[in-house]
């Protein structure tokens, strides 16, 4: 660590990655020249637009494993830095620093005031009294090593000469917005979109629009992946925790698939099928003389029982007392395994990501360094790490820049 007043740290990229990395640099080298680089006239612009408006900061996950669980990519390398700082420190930091928080029921934390405006103003404002520069409307173009261990950014106009550089460009929807990394050496994985709702063009179901289950299971036919939780039901198909879940989970899979797949869905979650078929005979003991399409046992909303039934081919007069053993058979496999064509995906608006980015490999884990470009650290969505929806993407995002300003100054 340099203590001179020139060492010199860019950070590239004005999201949240990069503020929390600055603000870090400067925490731990006060002296450090800090100066924020943004291609864009528009600083946290995503952290603005975040969790419908109101930024969803992260998760309240109660523990490391659980946490872990929210990352298809980047899991494994994600925990020892989890160490370093996790979700708790990051709600301590938002609150030591005047944001009150709450958590909602699903574990999604939010800032008190429910406006991502407060979040944007803190970093900014916590930025500027460290002392850190910024640059907007600054786009980095290449990076070159000058002199044995600083570099050049390239911008356009006068180049930045740096110490370190810590790159937090964010997500790359296309392999070529990243190829002036990979000629440092570093290897990029294929990005492709990550957190979607799935579409069912003419699908009856589309007609129940706004209708949810509170715990629905969710299979990738040909596959061993699931997914639990809500599921709400919408005008071009499904949505809801669940299929976001199953879209982070699938994504590469279903990007080979062209997004044209079969899902299975099991509306009463992970209840066994004991457990239906115990309800059903209970129901049609105790309740024999009810009509079917008036009375469920389950927890599913009228209008989607009615639909599973007429599935089913049931009667509208259906007594639960005509079931049958064949009747029973049929509705345990409609409530276990009713399965639907998705043809395509619609991008949902509160929170998307990309899956892909600057290869894990490239980067030591422990630091945030590249292997290939000594000097140079990566956070953010840039890297090949993304997580489900709640919070889990701002949370890689102010880990990963923890820890690579920390040990960048
Ligand atoms: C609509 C929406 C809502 C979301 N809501 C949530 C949420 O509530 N909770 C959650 O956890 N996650 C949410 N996410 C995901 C989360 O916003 C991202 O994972 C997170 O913002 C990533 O931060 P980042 O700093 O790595 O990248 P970004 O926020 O994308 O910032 C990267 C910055 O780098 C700049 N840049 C790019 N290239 C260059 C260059 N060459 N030179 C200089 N600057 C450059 C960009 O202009 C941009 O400002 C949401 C995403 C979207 C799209």
């Known amino acids: 660590m340099s203590s001179e007043q020139d060492f010199r740290i860019a950070v590239l990229g004005g999201g949240a990655a990069g503020f929390f990395a600055a603000i870090r640099c400067k925490e731990m080298h006060p002296h450090a020249d800090v100066v924020l680089v943004e291609a864009t006239g528009k600083l946290l612009s995503k952290v603005k637009v975040s969790g419908g408006g109101r930024c969803n900061v992260t998760t309240a996950a109660p523990d490391r494993q ?110 070529s917005g990243l190829e002036w990394l990979e000629t440092l050496g570093h290897d990029i994985v294929d990005p492709v979109p990550s957190l979607f709702t799935f579409n069912m063009p003419g699908n009856p179901i589309t007609e129940l629009t706004g209708l949810s289950v509170p715990s629905a299971m969710v299979s990738l036919i040909g596959t061993k992946l699931h997914s639990s939780g809500p599921l709400l039901i919408t005008h071009w198909g499904m949505s809801g925790p669940a299929i976001l879940k199953m879209s982070a989970l699938a994504a590469r899979e279903l990007a080979d698939m062209e997004y044209t797949f079969e899902i299975r869905i099991r509306w009463c979650g992970d209840k066994p099928e004991e457990h239906l078929r115990s309800v059903i005979t209970e129901t049609m003991r105790s309740s024999g003389g009810k009509q079917m399409y008036s009375y469920t046992p389950f927890e599913i909303p009228k209008r989607l029982w009615s639909f599973l039934l007429g599935k089913c081919d049931f009667r509208s007069d259906h007594h639960w007392s005509d079931l049958g053993k064949k009747g029973i058979n049929k509705l345990v496999d409609m409530l276990m395994n009713d399965t639907y064509n998705v043809q395509g995906k619609t991008t949902f608006k509160e929170e998307f990501v990309t899956c892909g980015g600057i290869s894990l490999q490239s980067v030591n884990m422990k630091t945030m360094e590249s292997k290939t470009a000594p000097g140079i650290y990566f956070a953010g969505e840039v890297l090949d790490i993304d997580g489900i929806t709640g919070g889990y993407n701002f949370q890689a995002a102010w880990t990963t820049a923890y820890v690579a300003g920390e040990l960048a100054s």
């Open 66 to 175: 659980f946490l872990l669980q929210g990352y298809p990519r980047g899991s494994r390398q994600l925990k020892g830095l989890f160490h370093r700082f996790d979700n708790h420190d990051a709600m301590d930091w938002f609150e030591s620093k005047g944001v009150e928080l709450y958590t909602q029921e699903d574990g999604r934390v939010f800032p008190i005031s429910d406006n991502s405006q407060t979040i944007v103003d803190l970093l900014i404002d916590q930025a500027r009294e460290c002392g850190v520069q910024i640059k907007s409307r600054t786009r980095v173009s290449a990076l070159e090593q000058s002199g044995s261990s600083s570099w050049t950014l390239q911008t356009g106009s006068t180049p930045i000469i740096a110490d370190k550089v810590i790159i937090c460009i964010g997500g790359s929807p296309k392999r």
